[in-house]
C-alpha cells in the first residue's frame, strides 16, 4: 500500500510569489490534515479535511493560506503572496478512521519551503 | 502556551539498555495518546498509542505508559537498538467532536550508543 506522498519535496521562492503544495493521502483514508513545523518549534495543527470537506481549520494563520480537497482526494496548500515567516516543514497526514477508535495518522515526508 | 511538553531535548542510551521517553500535558480533555518516531528529511513515523481508559499499551520492544492523574506518559524502548536512534514526538488529541488535529510535544532526540 502507498503511503502519504508530497509535492514537491523542496520549494525555494521569493517573497511575495504563490506556492502550491500537493498532498496525496493513502488510497481509501477519508481523513486528512495540514501541518507545519517552523525551525526549533513543534509541529502544529494547520487544518482537517474529511473528504472534501473542512472539518476544522483553526490552526490556519492567516487568510493568505488557502487548502482545497476537491473531489475528496489529493488536496492542495497554497500560499499567497508568501512571507519570510511561512518557512518550514510542511507535512500532510491521513487517517482512516474506525468508529471504536483508531486515530493513528499517517504522514508524508513533508514539503521544505524556504521564502527568501 | 505549549499543552504537550517533552522536557528533555535530547537523551543518550547505551545499545541493549531501556529507553525511556517522557511526555506531560496540561489540558485535561486530552483522551488519546501517541508517539511518532522520526529520521531527519522523513515524516513522522507512528509508533504506539493509548487512549486514556488504559495505563499501559505494549507492542514488542515499545510500552506506552499513561498516568492520568499526574497528566504524564512515557514511552519504553526495551532493549534499544542503534535503528532506535530518532527524535520522538509525543502527540495528544481530543478524540470527541471531529477535531482531530493534533497536539505535539517539541521532540525528544533519542542516541542510541554501541
Known amino acids: 500500500e502507498a503511503g502519504v506522498t508530497q509535492f514537491p519535496s523542496h520549494s525555494v521562492i521569493e517573497k511575495g510569489q504563490t506556492v502550491t503544495l500537493r498532498c496525496d493521502p493513502i488510497?481509501?483514508?477519508?481523513?486528512l490534515y495540514w501541518y507545519r513545523r517552523v525551525m526549533g518549534k513543534e509541529i502544529k495543527f494547520l487544518l482537517h479535511f474529511v473528504k472534501e470537506s473542512k472539518q476544522d481549520e483553526s490552526g490556519m494563520p492567516n487568510n493568505r493560506f488557502l487548502a482545497e480537497r476537491t473531489g475528496g482526494t489529493y488536496s492542495t496548500l497554497k500560499v499567497q503572496p508568501a512571507e519570510l515567516e511561512d518557512s518550514g516543514v510542511y507535512f500532510c497526514a491521513s487517517s482512516h478512521r474506525a468508529g471504536t477508535g483508531g486515530y493513528e495518522q499517517y504522514f508524508g515526508p513533508g514539503t521544505r519551503l524556504t521564502v527568501t | 502556551d505549549q499543552q504537550v511538553k517533552q522536557n528533555s531535548p535530547s537523551l543518550s542510551v547505551q545499545e541493549g539498555r531501556i529507553s525511556i521517553l517522557n511526555c506531560d500535558y496540561t489540558?485535561?480533555?486530552?483522551?488519546?495518546f501517541l508517539w511518532y518516531k522520526k529520521y531527519p528529511a522523513e515524516g513522522p513515523t507512528f509508533l504506539i498509542s493509548i487512549s486514556s481508559i488504559k495505563d499501559k499499551n505494549e507492542d514488542g520492544r515499545f510500552t506506552v505508559f499513561l498516568n492520568k492523574s499526574a497528566k504524564h506518559l512515557s514511552l519504553h524502548i526495551v532493549p534499544s537498538q542503534p535503528g532506535d536512534s530518532a527524535v520522538y514526538f509525543c502527540a495528544a488529541l481530543l478524540s470527541g467532536g471531529g477535531a482531530d488535529g493534533l497536539t505535539f510535544g517539541k521532540g525528544t532526540h533519542l542516541i542510541i550508543q554501541p
Open positions: 488510497s481509501g483514508h477519508d481523513n
Open positions: 489540558n485535561s480533555m486530552f483522551d488519546y
